[in-house]
């Protein structure tokens, strides 16, 4: 078991670099200046090869990508072009507002996906729940994510008024973790926050559901309701089992996920991580935006790596070798 | 003796109160007695997009309080659909007509909530395929605890200890009640199923098809094991196999299923030893038997043809065009009941009976039956 965490550890460093490698030069050979977000300000050449220098751009591609695998490890990742501060104080911030979005949302997303999914695969075959919740479920996965936004803004801030329409809330009235802890912010996180949910949820319900409705014939099944427990408690079973496929899709979903809460936060113009790493490639924006991917690249290193260990816990039949 | 074993933290002593809990349970179960079941008139009917069809048409028997009842026939006969629907197990929008008298209690048609009081405390089974029948995700003392703290008032620890029991009773180390099904040989598996359904030393046992899974040791050593432990506790027993020499080691009465209805019924012994209804004499000779000292070898005899289309159902015997003795009125006319001293069997012809069985040990009579389907 040590061994393979080791091993998966060294892997995760070696998928990271991998990454980070990958990403340097694809942002080196776009065939775009990063300097001409500031040129209608008038910036004259020498000032432009200044600003070059120091933002490190000069110099042949191995010389800087040296410099950049070197910043790299001791956790530097330079300084924004634009916002002219170090990386990490632009993104901190913006990383936490994503987080209130994505991991109350990823996380109910999943849980009520698998609930419901449950109760649609075991409702009686062709009757009214497993109809309607397989039709609802195909439809809000086949319909894109912004769709689902705008519809939320439309039916409940425009047409209802009861949610504010975009943003976190009233910057600057208080600062630090207190600023979360207002009802205002609450007000704020429904709608993106339910849109998450709503757009993380079908293909949970319907994974779910096949395995239910797969296992619900298997023979087990059937001792257990021979045993006299409660419905309820044989539904569990099957749904337990159901979970080992959830699981193995559930967190390599998670990237493809995080990409639909960059629509998400745009839609709402909550002002998250996912926003910015949009603005950041548009703007040329390069250490943002590394730094943005790599943690991204982190991120969905270490869900896989949590995927399997908990797929160890969920599955006795699991060996770790 | 009883300790809770844990191969994380090795073996502690169950506590006093485990102890005195588990006495008092062990008491109380050892003082069920054992049930008596009496089926009247039981059909199972399915709805298929050809039409409906009967799995099990008219089938009655009787399982006094304490003693085994075998039903046997060959595969798809019927025989596990009966103990399944007695089990309430059928699928959804199976007919089922008839009654099944559990001491007494009407146990068809029972609601979820009334079959949970009959399930497991009352009837209990032994499922056909133990390989697949125990949940992979829960280790084996989990999912009999399971059965247990589902119908008696006891803690968790006590049920556990009650397990510990039933394993010791199957021959199973206490310590394996921690490991899951994957770990377990096919004939452990078995074991574990067979403890888990004696768990609540339920009055009635449905064993289905115990052995079938198994290579023929353990098929034996399952087989004395059920006998053993039948012995000891004096539970009731439904029996089904298509291995007539088991029913014949273990079973008082005898139930012989065709086609979905029972071909004779009867005493083991009397029903084996001169059957009245052709089939039951077919059936036997397509099974070996030690020759006697000098006597010829017996040669194997099948039964030539194949099991009848349910969905269209013969008019008359369904035995008939398998039948070497069948006669113009057998393809026509649906056999009575007979009833021969204990024996009872649907045959047009049981007074020919003892001419039949002499006829029906010769290969030939056999032979000539062909393409009869």
Known sequence: MRAYIFRRLAQSVLVVWAVTTIMFFMFRVMPADPTAILLERGLTDEARQALLEQWGLTGSLWDQYIAYLGNILTGDFGSSFLYRKPVWEVLTPLIINTLWIAVPGLLLGAALGAAIGTAVGWAKRGGKLERSGIFLATIIRGVPNFVIGIALLTIFSSTLGWFPSFGMGDPGETTGFARYMTLDFLHHLALPLIAVIIYFMPENLLLMRSGVVENRTEDYIELVRAKGVPQRRVAWHAARNSMLPLITWLFPALAETIAGIVVIEIVFSWPGVGRELVLAVTRQDYPLAQAAFFLLAVMIVIANLAADLIYGKLDPRVVYK | ?373
């Not at chain 2, 146990?107 to 499922?127: F, P, Q």
């Not at chain 2, 829960?138 to 968790?156: F, R, T």
């Not at chain 2, 403890?195 to 050593?221: C, F, K, R, V, Y």
């Open chain 2, 1 to 373: 003796m009883v300790a809770v074993a844990s191969p994380r933290f090795g073996q502690r002593p169950a506590s006093p109160a485990t102890l005195a809990e588990l006495e008092k349970l062990t008491e109380r179960l050892a003082r069920k007695p054992a049930a008596h079941l009496l089926v009247d008139g039981l059909s199972i009917g399915y709805s298929t997009l050809r039409g409906r069809f009967h799995a099990v048409e008219d089938v009655s028997f009787e399982v006094p309080a304490g003693t085994n009842l075998g039903l046997v026939g060959e595969s798809g006969c019927g025989k596990s659909t009966v103990v399944k629907t007695l089990m309430g197990l059928q699928p959804e929008a199976t007919q089922v007509s008839g009654r099944a008298l559990l001491d007494g209690q009407n146990i068809l048609g029972l609601d979820e909530t009334a079959l949970r009081d009959v399930r497991w405390k009352r009837m209990s089974l032994i499922t056909q395929s133990a390989m697949n029948s125990l949940d992979p995700v829960y280790c084996i003392g989990d999912q009999i605890s399971e059965a247990i703290l589902a119908h008696e008032p006891v803690s968790k620890a006590t049920a556990w200890a009650r397990a510990e029991q039933m394993f010791a009773l199957v021959g199973l180390p206490a310590g394996r009640l921690y490991e899951f099904p994957h770990m377990f040989s096919g004939g452990m598996r078995q074991r574990a199923v067979i403890a888990m359904a004696l768990a609540l030393n339920a009055g009635l046992l449905l064993a289905d098809e115990p052995t079938t899974a198994l290579d023929p040791i353990m098929q034996s050593q399952i087989m004395t094991r059920i006998r053993g432990i039948h012995a000891h506790l004096r539970c009731s027993m439904i029996l089904v196999t298509h291995d007539i020499a088991v029913v014949a080691e273990t079973c008082e009465n005898i139930v012989v299923m065709y086609a979905g209805k029972v071909a004779e019924s009867g005493p083991t012994a009397e029903v084996l030893e001169s059957p009245l209804h052709p089939y039951t004499m077919g059936l036997k000779n397509a099974f070996p038997r030690l020759p006697e000292r000098g006597a010829p070898r017996q040669p194997l005899i099948s039964i030539p043809g194949v099991v009848p289309n349910l969905l269209l159902p013969p008019a008359g015997c369904r035995f008939a065009s398998r039948c070497p003795f069948a006669t113009e009125v057998c393809h026509r006319v649906t056999p009575p009941v007979v009833q021969v001293g204990a024996q009872r069997a649907a045959c047009h012809h049981t007074d020919r009976a003892a001419e039949f069985r002499v006829a029906a040990a010769r290969p030939e009579t056999w032979r000539t039956m062909r393409g009869a389907v």
